[in-house]
Nanobody, 124 residues
Framework: QVQLVESGGGLVQAGGSLRLSCVASGRAFSSYVMGWFRQTPGKEREFVAA????????YYADSVKGRFTISGDNAKNTVYLQVNSLKPEDTAVYYCAASNTHYVGVFGYEYDYWGQGTQVTVSS
């Protein structure tokens, strides 16, 4: 069983930055694929970015390429999402997820564990 706890969300002006963190409990953290998703009311959960902590493979949604950076620290059981050049449309609850698969998935059903989410609000 893996428990995920996100932090780092908040209110920021357009063009600003935040660093979201996700701390995972449990063993074998370095074997997981870790992903970030986001969701706004009335919309489906949307893939943002993911990283394979074993291989280092990374994948981003087109909407965040060049602005967001995902990284992991195996020693701290933590994955980060650096979000820069924020836009009002980035406003959402951001969720961290962990997958037992060996590939970087972009769909929610490919992930086994989820955090509670952290709110990011971008004002214009």
């Amino acid at each position: 069983q893996v428990q995920l706890v996100e932090s780092g969300g908040g209110l920021v002006q357009a063009g600003g930055s935040l660093r979201l963190s996700c701390v995972a409990s449990g063993r074998a953290f370095s074997s997981y694929v870790m992903g970030w998703f986001r969701q706004t009311p009335g919309k489906e959960r949307e893939f943002v970015a993911a990283i394979s902590l074993g291989s280092g493979n990374i994948y981003y949604a087109d909407s965040v390429k060049g602005r967001f950076t995902i990284s992991g620290d195996n020693a701290k059981n933590t994955v980060y999402l650096q979000v820069n050049s924020l836009k009002p449309e980035d406003t959402a609850v951001y969720y961290c997820a962990a997958s037992n698969t060996h590939y970087v998935g972009v769909f929610g059903y490919e992930y086994d564990y989820w955090g509670q989410g952290t709110q990011v609000t971008v004002s214009s």
